[in-house]
């Protein structure tokens, strides 16, 4: 008897009927939400996939199940969540509990949950399991405080903004910086808030954020910071709106958490959630509700120092006026005393000086007498030396021309002779001479003077220098090469 032949479509009836007696009823399942997707009726489908450990995105499953989620039963389930809060939303990445019928889809070919109900209450004991776990152990590396140690400067003009670029989470922070009219001047710095791979790109943008950039400008409109130091911020603000529970999971991650803790200046977070904390504002230095708190904290900090800076320079002025008023009146005092003094010394010094000055006059022309008599007597001496003195010298002088009278003509006729062997050594050892009797000079095209075949290679070319003019000619191999290239055998 021959086997029976079965259609496709008795294959997908008997696998239905099958998936009917092993799963009568609906079954809850857990998993991980991939590759969603909404179609324009109002249908949703994704897989609910059970990852491997550790594994993100991109790296294989353990197990994959095809899910749908028809329009009717979709509006349920959004009904449900919306009773729960609006917590949890259904997105890639989030780990779900769901209700629904096993069934084969016969024109697909594939196993299938269709989908009817879902335990937001599970998502969310996930997400605050994970994170307590996550604190516990920062808590023991003691990352939980390493942020607290860092002190905010008292003017924090120069600000960091991480969060999505061009988001109304950005635009309230800066609107809120602009609108102060004091000088801050922001670093931006673009990131995913949201989804697998905001953590990852979060932590990277805190770190960059800090890192000093050459040929950068910050200003509240959205440029880069240029300023020099350490460090080019003196505050991050992490900031993001407002969300579900499951959209801010990424802020739970331990990756931000260790990037937050790791940060050298301080992070004030402004995640802009009223109720839960998430791990980062746990970790960093002040956590704020919403992204425009977290500019209002920058701003009135700025003004408190500003307040001050006016109290201490209305003390400094009442202080230095008080000052000024009572070394003006002690000024006053010592000018009288001065005056009095002054004119009493004046006139005391003035009788003096008239004293002095009289006796003066009279010793000055008695000293003039006496100067006057002595200087006649040394004109005398003093004349009658240098006639002498003269006479002397013009004899010696006339001596000494008389004996070079005689010396000149021999030592000029001795100078002659030296000068003319000289005069006939340089003719005979000039080159023009030597170039004439048939000599020559060879010189390299660098100019080198070739002395040895050693100094040329074949294929060089050499100048020559003649009595007339230069020659050029270029070096040939040794004969013993040429017949060697001429013998050799063929390789081909």
């Not at 000055?357 to 009658?384: I, K, P, Y």
């Not at 030592?411 to 020559?440: C, F, H, I, Y």
Request: with cysteine.
């Amino acid at each position: 008897m021959s086997e029976p032949t079965w259609s496709v479509s008795e294959i997908g009836e008997a696998v239905v009927g099958a998936l009917r007696r092993a799963f009568p009823d609906e079954v809850w399942l857990r998993g991980e939400i991939r590759n969603l997707k909404r179609g324009g009726t109002g249908t949703v489908w994704f897989d609910l996939v059970e990852p491997a450990p550790n594994g993100g995105l991109g790296r294989p499953v353990v197990a994959t199940l095809p899910v749908v989620l028809f329009d009717m039963a979709r509006r349920r389930v959004n009904a449900q969540l919306r009773q729960a809060g609006g917590a949890v939303r259904m997105e890639d990445g989030t780990e779900v509990r769901i209700r629904g019928r096993i069934g084969f889809w016969a024109p697909g070919g594939r196993l299938q949950l269709q989908m009817s109900d879902i335990d937001p209450a599970f998502t969310l004991g996930r997400l605050a399991a994970d994170r307590e776990r996550l604190l516990r152990q920062l808590a023991a590396e003691g990352l939980l405080e390493r942020q607290q140690r860092l002190v905010i400067p008292l003017v924090p003009l120069r600000l960091g903004l991480v969060t999505s670029a061009g988001s109304a989470a950005e635009q309230d922070v800066l609107d809120e910086l602009r609108h102060s009219g004091l000088g801050f001047r922001v670093r931006r710095i673009d990131a995913r808030v949201q989804g697998r791979a905001a953590p990852r790109s979060i932590a990277a943008a805190l770190r960059s954020v800090v890192r000093p950039r050459r040929g950068s400008a910050a200003v509240p409109e959205g440029g880069d910071d240029r300023t020099a130091g350490a460090y080019a911020v003196d505050v991050v603000l992490l900031v993001r709106g407002g969300g579900a529970a499951t959209d801010l999971a990424a802020f739970d991650s331990e990756l931000i958490a260790r990037a937050i803790a790791e940060l050298p200046v301080p992070v004030v977070t402004g995640i802009g959630h009223e109720i839960d904390r998430t791990v980062a504002d746990e970790v960093a230095h002040l956590s704020v509700k919403t992204p425009t708190a977290s500019a209002q904290a920058m701003v009135a900090l700025v003004r408190e120092f500003d307040r001050l800076l006016v109290a201490k320079w209305a003390v400094i002025a009442e202080a230095a006026q008080e000052a000024v008023a009572g070394e003006a009146e002690r000024l006053r005092t010592c000018a009288r005393h001065v005056a009095l003094g002054t004119r009493s010394g004046l006139a005391a010094s003035g009788m003096v000086l008239s004293s002095r000055a009289t006796r003066l006059a009279r010793s000055a022309q008695a000293a003039l007498d006496r100067s006057s008599r002595h200087l006649e007597r040394a004109t005398g001496r003093v004349g009658t030396g240098a006639r002498v003195h003269l006479r002397e010298h013009v004899r010696l002088v006339d001596g000494v021309q008389h004996q070079l009278t005689r010396r000149a003509p021999r030592v000029l006729e001795a100078t002659e002779k030296e000068v003319l062997g000289r005069e006939a050594q340089v003719r005979a050892l000039d080159p023009v001479r030597t170039l004439a009797r048939g000599w020559s000079i060879t010189r390299t095209a660098t100019g080198d003077v070739v002395r040895s075949p050693d100094d040329v290679h074949a294929g060089e070319t050499l100048v020559t220098t003649l009595a007339d003019g230069t020659v050029s000619s270029t070096v040939d191999p040794p004969v013993d090469a040429r017949r060697a290239t001429a013998t050799e055998p063929n390789d081909e």
